[in-house]
């Protein structure tokens, strides 16, 4: 059983324009020790779709889902009370922006150890050492003197790593975890990925990773999930995806960013012209067509998912399977 | 031989900062002897991690903050001896998010004629077709004259940033970080608009930025800052062919290619970034430096020439130096 089982999710949010589809139909399972990595643009839905697994979106946003299911555990019947046992205990989120995630009125360690004591009978000097010895495996040194300091103490960088620790207070068995690394300098990504890498094998915990960065994605996920206008549109291994990419979007994405031996210096990059559809009121077809080369009739009407082989898959008519960049 | 569009000679700033109530003030060297040459017409780019003080430099030849000792010319005149308005006309910024960096409450047409007006420059008219030529250029449509910042896209947002740079026809543009707030295939955009505008007003950029894909994309030459100090400056082959200074190697092993075949990189320094109020002792990267000798810690290093530039490191090899 995977640990893991959304099946058609969506996320509809009423704007006084009528009703936003902000993520129309996610289907994806992970495994323990897997890394998912949910790729995607501003607007695409991605974060939206790591906030429902968790069921903390806004609360005028309306969730429905056939199947979201953590460990056998039914997400979508599931009480308030068992959703709080399961949130930071064993399902935790690594948000992206930690100045306004962290609470700046309680110390570095009181929140550290928050979750550690709200779902573990453990002591408060057993939680402190925890946590200095998780701050320090996320690269903090003198981390016992952090505990006694406030979040407005530390560096950006410094603050982003003690989210990452809080994270995995618990030993979690799934992370989500949404741009951990976008704000920090590339040594720091570098080492955080590797410390989340090396966790994940330790404990045998899966990953969400939601991010724009393709590097990233290439290197730490074990599967990509491509998402466009609140939609799957391509998903497989990442040596699928990236050895094959066929989605029209996916290529678009690809050939936008400059890869040292691949793109010719001082060359014109490859865009994708136009820009998102609005996703407000009736939505139909490819929500793509506007910006795709390819885009045919046959667009405007329902999209099968198609598989090219493997686990690969795409939400797309075209018959031609990509071929390595 | 020409004279070069910018140079600095030495160029310090150093801040007394307040360490707590009634304990005395520290010095912090933001940027530490550093001297560069920006000819006309190249990209020179500068990387570092935060705190390395690439903004502070940025500041520097805005003139924004004047340096604590030594000397910045433009076009072989001080800096300090321009009239600030000159230096303004000539050095314009593009900075990192256009959400910020753009007033909510101004047109797009106030935002782009704002230096005309600063600089009194040009009848109402003429302004207006200043500001509907930089359109033009920046490939916003004209129709955008009239909108907000909040009308726009982020993408939008950073052409209408250019197309004010462009206004006052500068010969530098500093662009500190200019799409790394940006959706990547919006930033490809920019960075060929940015390329595209550089022939067309033969401009100079001076380039800071963290990705160093990007800078390998777009630069002549690259300077590699760490607490203040350049530690190497190469031509962008040299730079990213063979770095010399163990820190420049760091940077670029981290880059992360989309390519999955190669995973994590094993390699790498510790994430440590030093006091630069303590600085370290001899070459101040000697804590983090996989090759770091008890040398290194007692003695900062001089620069070694290279034929394309050179490297401030102990280990840069002799014999990898070629005569500069």
Excluded: W
């Excluded at chain 1, 839905?45 to 697994?53: D, E, M, V």
């Amino acid at each position: 059983m995977a640990l893991l089982e959304v099946d058609r999710l969506t996320i509809d949010i009423p704007t006084e324009a009528g009703l936003l589809h902000a993520v129309g139909g996610v289907s994806f399972t992970l495994e323990r020790g897997e890394t998912l990595a949910i790729v995607g643009e501003s607007g695409s839905g991605k974060s939206l779709t790591s906030l429902a697994l968790m069921d903390l979106l806004p609360s005028r946003a309306i969730r429905k889902a056939a199947t979201l299911r953590f460990d056998g555990i039914d997400l979508m019947a599931a009480g308030e009370r068992q959703k709080e046992d399961l949130r930071g205990d064993r399902m935790a989120m690594i948000f992206q922006e930690p100045m306004t995630s962290l609470n700046p009125a309680y110390t570095i360690g009181d929140q550290l150890t928050e979750a550690l004591r709200r779902h573990r009978t453990v002591s408060a000097k057993a939680a402190r050492e925890r946590a200095v010895h998780l701050l320090e495996r996320v690269g903090i040194t003198a981390a016992a003197s952090r505990l006694g300091q406030y979040p407005h103490q530390l560096s950006g960088g410094l603050r982003q790593r003690v989210m990452i620790a809080m994270g995995l207070m618990c030993e979690p068995d799934l992370i989500i975890a949404d741009e951990p690394t976008t704000a920090l300098d590339v040594t720091i990504q570098a080492q955080i990925l590797r410390l989340l890498r090396d966790l994940q094998q330790e404990f045998g915990m899966a990953l969400i990773l939601v991010t724009h960065d393709l590097g990233v994605v290439a290197r730490v996920a074990t599967k990509v999930a491509v998402m466009y206008a609140g939609r799957l549109v391509e998903t497989g291994t990442v040596r699928e995806v990236f050895g094959a990419p066929s989605h029209p979007y996916t290529r678009g994405l690809l050939r936008s960013i400059p890869v040292p031996g691949r793109t010719r210096p001082g060359e014109p990059l490859g865009t994708i012209p136009g820009q998102v559809p609005g996703l407000v009121g009736d939505v139909f077809g490819c929500a793509f067509r506007n910006r795709c080369d390819h885009a045919a009739e046959a667009c405007a009407g329902a999209i099968p998912e198609r598989l090219l082989g493997g686990n690969h898959r795409m939400a797309c008519i075209l018959e031609t399977v990509g071929s390595p960049q | 031989m020409t004279v070069p569009v910018l140079e600095l000679k030495d160029v310090t700033k150093t801040y007394r900062v307040g360490q707590g109530f009634m304990k005395p003030k520290a010095t912090l060297t933001a940027v530490g002897g550093v001297s560069l040459t920006v000819a006309r017409g190249e990209v020179h780019a500068l990387v570092g991690e935060s705190g390395s003080g690439k903004s502070t430099l940025a500041k520097l030849l805005l003139g924004l903050i004047a340096p604590t000792s030594g000397e910045i010319r433009i076009d072989g005149v001080p800096i300090g001896q321009t009239d600030r308005r000159e230096v303004a006309r000539r050095i314009q910024p593009v900075f990192q998010d256009p959400y910020s960096s753009l007033n909510p409450r101004k047109s797009v047409a106030d935002l782009v004629a704002l230096p005309l007006v600063a600089h009194g420059i040009g009848s109402s008219a003429e302004r207006q077709a200043k500001v509907a030529e930089m359109l033009d250029a920046v490939g916003l449509p004209r129709r955008v004259i009239d909108a907000y910042p909040n009308q726009l896209s982020g993408g939008q947002r950073q052409r209408v940033a250019i197309a004010r740079a462009l206004v006052m026809r500068p010969d530098v543009l500093i662009c500190d970080e200019p799409t790394s707030a940006l959706d990547v295939s919006v930033q490809a955009q920019i960075l060929n608009l940015l390329m595209d505008l550089k022939r067309e007003f033969r401009l100079t950029y001076f380039f800071i930025s963290h990705n160093l894909a990007v800078v390998e994309h777009l630069a002549d030459r690259v300077a590699v800052m760490y607490l203040g100090r350049i530690v190497e400056e190469r031509g962008r082959e040299g730079l990213f062919g063979a770095p010399a200074h163990p820190y420049s190697r760091a940077l670029l092993d981290s880059v992360l290619t989309p390519d999955p075949d190669l995973g994590m990189p094993e390699a790498g320094i510790s994430g440590a970034f030093p006091n630069p109020i303590a600085p370290p002792s001899g070459c101040t990267f000697h804590p983090r430096c996989p090759q770091a000798t008890e040398r290194c810690s007692r003695e900062a290093p001089a620069s070694v020439a290279f034929a394309d530039g050179f490297a401030t490191c102990h280990n840069a090899g002799p014999a990898l130096a070629l005569a500069g």
